[in-house]
């Protein structure tokens, strides 16, 4: 049985194009047809970085593996103000071509004589490229064919529709002819992003060979995955850019095809390579592509406006040498394969399943066996400021969670799970260059060296943006150091069945490894009504008005009397007054009671036993009211929540929002907190859509410590599971509805009801001990100090009415064609920010784009419906 492919080598490339930026990049082309007069296009070319700029910035020298992704993490983001300390041209993995030198290769790889560059500026150009000993020589000398004059460089832009190569801003030195007078597929234009693909193709291929060791001449097939179409008007896209390329490089015995998929075609590409070596069908095969003209300064409206330098001012490349198993280079696992399959959706949850969980399951591996997971590898310098935000960290995160929902990883290991298993962006944003190859180079390199085992590598792409269909695409693969001679005798790279991988948790049977997920104990909270702290408390019951019979009363003092703790009993009228003396006196520590007057700004948090887990669960609010706007109250439950629960025990509750009136202005206001410096734990939902707002089952799982309701929510929900094993005739379980919580309140006045039998009324006697016994007056005080210092009052004073959630319902507005996205939206905010402009009565849909979640709308509405989400605070 053949083993695994391997990856050989790798190879990435970039060249430096800052006037291809003014004169190529879409964003400028159009802007110069609907905006020629335009402050941007004034302003851009100062923002232009030169190549010792293009040269020292230290993402660039990842790329070419000058330095490695750990150092950029360390370095302080952003990175655009910072210099590598010693850039180079060359790296280990590929070079950085500067913007005369790129041209010259355009007229390299023409064949059909449509580049033509000035007689003077060919020589200077040809001299450069000779001392790169990249070229043949027979190829140097035909960069000084075909070529003219300045004036008649000039008279072919402007009379005869050809793309001019400019140097400095405005000095034209080459250009590229239409190579048909009427096909719009050969236009000046198509040629010239073709010819820029071929070029960034071919300089890769180059620096494969001459950074790896292996022959080119054994090379069979070449796969070009770049995001351009070769063809005239009669065969639009047929291809083929792996042959073109691969004929100027020098793979002499290669054929090839092309493969598309958009951002995911690598990936793709990577499988299909893969899948021939794996067969027999070829030894050798290389993936390969070069990069895109169109994308160059697609984000520079949003650099220019914030004084960055527009960053996307590189054409990159990369090749990937995929050969038949040779005991040492790291294999690509043909058999752990994710895909997007057709009916899976577009919702991120179930991409990020369909490509990273079911494939890992299948396998019987977890979450946490795949040490580097390579998604979008996009350079956050360059997303966060267009309002994309940190792509790979994005990413991340949804695998996280998906993680947590496996119960793989507790909720609160998703920042260290970020950190120990993804990595910080370096790849520029040319389409389907950053989607998870750039990190195949360090791979094998890690790999090798024994630092690395195993790695998922995501590709993830939008076809709708072919018009053709709203499907997502995606496909993941995983790649794994070669262990040579295995445990079972056979040779490097064979499959060996499921007992070689044991240390990936398995010891018998493809379910091995799920079982092992399952045995990590989850986060529960402790009882402390069996717990030593509870001896010696001192509570006064208040029986006034009471219907509660005697017996009872008197089962639930035994009750509490079997934990030690002291209960003096109030009857009569005066039962409250004598609890108040009580209370003032400190010859009780807290009181019981049925019903309490509490003020404003204080509620109660009540305490229950899930029926699905067995766990407790705290339920914030109850009874009272702890603010008159709805969505303040909600916030403040919340913290009290969190008090209750901490004090009773629980060191990190994990806190989720009932899907109620005001659930996502709470969780905004709270989420804000957090960001601010308030130490707070989501709960995600236990759905597949996970979430912080808590449905119907999440509340019988017990899926987070602390639910946020309102008054009349809690307490209904108390109810229900206090009483659901009686039928409802009296409350049978659970700890009643909790003590009274405000900022400065300090009596500990725990309420039952009338309908709560004994085991609940000792319930409430332990819950108020335990909360004794952790000195939840401390505790209050900490908590609200820190909300406090993290902008409570502040981001409660911005909650106005009119930014309030109301129970009206939103009617979808009528079904348009949507084809333009607005990124940078939190996954959990995707169908509430939909909902924001369904109000405004703009039909909008969820789904996810190739850098992460995203809103889909139309064309027409985009700039109108940009300016709603950023004034709900949906996008920055």
Not at 68 to 81: A, C, G, M, N
Not at 242 to 261: C, H, L, M
Not at 413 to 438: C, L, N, R, Y
Not at 646 to 656: E, F, I, M, R
Request: proline content about 5%; overall charge negative.
């Amino acid at each position: 049985m053949k083993g695994y492919p391997v990856i050989k080598g790798t190879s990435y490339t970039l060249a430096a194009t800052p006037d291809m930026v003014l004169y190529n990049g879409t964003t400028q082309t159009t802007e110069r047809v609907v905006n020629p007069d335009s402050d941007y296009l004034v302003e851009l070319p100062g923002h232009l970085r030169g190549y010792e700029d293009v040269l020292s910035y230290i993402p660039n020298q990842v790329y070419i593996g000058n330095a490695t992704h750990e150092e950029l993490r360390d370095t302080q983001f952003p990175y655009y103000d910072k210099k590598w300390k010693e850039p180079k041209e060359e790296g280990p993995f590929g070079c950085i071509l500067p913007e005369d030198e790129f041209y010259g290769v355009m007229h390299i790889c023409d064949v059909f004589e449509l580049v033509m560059l000035e007689h003077g500026f060919a020589q200077t150009v040809k001299d450069k490229l000779e001392k790169r000993g990249m070229f043949t020589q027979q190829q140097l000398e035909g960069l000084l064919k075909n070529n003219g004059t300045g004036e008649e460089l000039e008279r072919l832009v402007t009379q005869e529709h050809s793309e001019g190569l400019y140097i400095r801003r405005d000095e034209l030195v080459g250009v590229v002819k239409r190579a048909h007078d009427v096909d719009v597929n050969l236009s000046a234009h198509v040629m010239l992003e073709n010819l820029v693909s071929k070029a960034s193709n071919v300089i890769s291929l180059i620096e494969l060979k001459r950074k790896n060791n292996f022959d080119p001449d054994e090379v069979e097939y070449v796969i070009d995955c770049c995001e351009e179409a070769c063809g005239d008007m009669n065969q639009r896209g047929g291809g083929n850019f792996a042959k073109a390329s691969a004929e100027i490089a020098g793979y002499k015995n290669a054929t090839g095809s092309d493969v598309r998929g958009f951002c995911a075609g690598p990936a793709h590409a990577m499988i299909h390579a893969a899948a021939l070596v794996k067969s027999g069908t070829f030894k050798h095969v290389i993936v390969t592509a070069g990069g895109c003209t169109a994308k160059l300064g697609m984000n520079g409206k949003d650099h220019v406006k914030k004084g960055l330098p527009v960053l996307e001012d590189c054409i990159a490349g990369f090749s990937v040498l995929v050969s038949e198993d040779d005991g040492i280079h790291p294999m690509i696992r043909t058999d752990i394969v994710g895909c997007h399959k057709i009916g899976t959706g577009s919702a991120p949850q179930m991409v990020i399943s369909s490509l990273v969980a079911e494939p890992l399951e299948k396998a019987g591996l977890t979450f946490t066996d795949i040490d580097k997971y390579a998604p979008e590898l996009q350079n956050p310098d360059i997303t966060k400021p267009a309002g994309a935000g940190d792509v790979p960290e994005a990413n991340y995160k949804m695998i996280a969670a998906l993680a947590v929902m496996k119960k793989q990883i507790q909720r609160a290991d998703i920042p260290s799970f970020v950190k120990e298993h993804g990595m910080t962006g370096w790849a520029p944003t040319q389409g389907h260059i950053p989607s998870g190859v750039p990190y195949l180079g360090p791979l094998v390199k890690e790999c090798m060296e024994g630092k690395t085992k195993r790695a998922m590598i995501v590709g993830k792409g939008s076809l709708f943006l072919g018009r053709m269909t709203n499907l997502f695409d995606g496909v993941s693969f995983v790649v794994e150091a070669n262990e040579g001679e295995r445990k079972t005798g056979g040779k490097a790279g064979q499959d060996a069945g499921p007992d070689v991988y044991q240390d990936a948790g398995q010891d018998a049977g493809p379910d091995a490894g799920q079982q092992t997920a399952h045995v990590i104990p989850e986060h529960s909270p402790s009882h402390p009504m069996v717990t030593a702290p509870c001896h010696g408390a001192r509570i006064v019951f208040a029986l006034e008005g009471s219907e509660q019979g005697q017996e009872d009363t008197d089962l639930a003092l035994g009750l509490a009397a079997r934990k030690g703790i002291e209960v003096n009993v109030c009857h009569g009228a005066d039962a409250h007054r004598a609890m108040e003396f009580a209370l003032e006196s400190g010859s009780a520590q807290a009181g019981v009671t049925m019903h309490y007057p509490f003020p404003i700004g204080v509620s109660t948090v009540g305490k229950v036993i899930t029926p699905a887990r067995g766990k407790a669960m705290y339920i914030a609010n109850t009874t009272g009211t702890s603010h008159t706007d709805r969505v303040s109250a909600l916030v403040k439950n919340a913290i009290a929540g969190i008090i209750a629960a901490k004090a009773d025990g629980v060191l990190n509750p994990a806190v989720g929002i009932a899907n109620i009136d005001g659930a996502r202005s709470c969780e905004k206001i709270l989420k804000a907190l957090k960001e601010n410096g308030y130490d707070i734990t989501f709960a995600e939902s236990a759905r597949a859509d996970k979430g912080v707002e808590m449905r119907g089952n999440d509340l019988l799982m017990g899926t987070a410590d602390v639910v946020v309701m309102d008054s009349l929510t809690g307490n209904l929900m108390m109810k229900l599971f206090s009483s659901y094993t009686t039928g409802g005739q009296y409350e049978a379980t659970g700890y009643g509805y909790g003590p009274g919580i405000g900022e400065g309140y300090d009596k500990l006045v725990m309420i039952v009801s009338r309908a709560s039998g004994a085991p609940v009324i000792a319930g409430a006697m332990e819950y108020a001990a335990s909360l004794i016994a952790g000195d939840w007056k401390a505790v209050a005080a900490k908590e609200y100090e820190a909300a406090r210092r993290a902008g409570l009052d502040e981001l409660l004073a911005k909650n106005t009415p009119a930014g309030q959630e109301t129970a009206e319902e939103v009617t979808c507005p009528p079904k348009e064609v949507v084809t333009a996205a607005i990124p940078g939206i939190e996954v959990m905010d995707l169908d509430e920010a939909v909902k924001t402009l369904w109000k405004e009565g703009i039909y909008a849909e969820s789904g996810m784009g190739c850098t992460g979640p995203i809103v889909q709308i139309s064309e027409a509405n985009l700039e109108k419906a940009a300016e709603i989400l950023k004034k709900a605070g949906y996008t920055g």
